[in-house]
Structure formats: C-alpha cells, structure tokens
C-alpha cells in the first residue's frame, strides 16, 4: 500500500516526485525564508541546522517526502508529503508543506493538493490534516478545498475531508 503513494504526480504547472538527498541545497533555499515559517510553532525552521532536521525527518518518513518543483522552469517551489497511513481507519495525513513566497496567491498549492487528494481518495476515506491553531494561511487554504476544522489537539487543528465530500468538487 505505502508504495501507492510514491509515484510521482503532475499536472500542467507541478511535477511532485521523490525528495532525494540531492534536493537539500534547493529545497533549503526555498525554505531559508524566515516568512514561510512565521505563523508556523516551528518558526526557525528557516535555519540551516534546524531544517536540516526537517528534512532528514522526511526523507526517513515511510510515505515519502515529495518536491515540489515547476514544470516550467524546474524550479523547486517547496516540499509536501503523505504520512501517517491507518489502514484499519483507511486514512491518512498531508502535511509538512512549505511554498516558496513566490508562488504563494498563484494556485500552485491547491494545485498540489488537488493531486495530492486524489491519489489518496483512490485508497483511503478520509485524509486529515494537522495545522498549528496560528498558521491562518494554510487554514483559509484547507478551507477553499472543502477541509473542515475538526478536534484540537494542543495547539492544533484537526482538518478533515473525506472522499464524499471531495468527489462533490467540480
């Protein structure tokens, strides 16, 4: 099952594939932003040594750790992954994503969550996604999407969206 959520996914404007060890230089560049991570508990993670950690993290994780990168300029734009696949719930987690500024407003996340999304719904019920109760931005994006806030879990919010809910979006 966990192998399902490797394969490398696009549309005309993303190509999200395997994050390998050669990605670290990009993708820190993308992440060395200090705004990216400011609504975020973890808002040092623009320093080296700190999204180092970040990064091996998902590189380790058992569902992958995707690249976001453009089809257009080859650009890396951010990172995103799949974690925490319940079988016995059928369900999973997205998460531990992060956009350059520069594409921020321009549709490229819900672009990648809609890819993200749909692979999923083709094994599981519901996806969930953790966001800190102060990252007002990835919120309002879960939102758009049709994700509904959920239980609290200290300082988070639960989103929720199930895969009824999702085949209801044109």
Partial sequence: ?????????????????STTEADYEALY?????REIWAQHNAHDRWKPEV????????????????????????KILGSTRYYKYDAEGNCLRIGYTFFDRSVWGTGVNTKVKKLMLDRAFQWVDRVFFDVYEKNFRSQKALKKLGAVPGERTGDKVIFVLDRVEWEKIP
């Fill in 29 to 33: 560049s993308a992440a060395s932003d």
């Fill in 1 to 17: 099952m966990k192998t399902r959520f490797h394969i490398p996914l696009e549309d005309e404007v993303v190509l999200l594939r």
């Fill in 51 to 74: 999204f180092r950690v970040f990064f091996e993290e998902g590189l380790k994780n058992d569902l992958g750790m995707f690249v976001i990168q453009s089809k257009m300029t080859g």
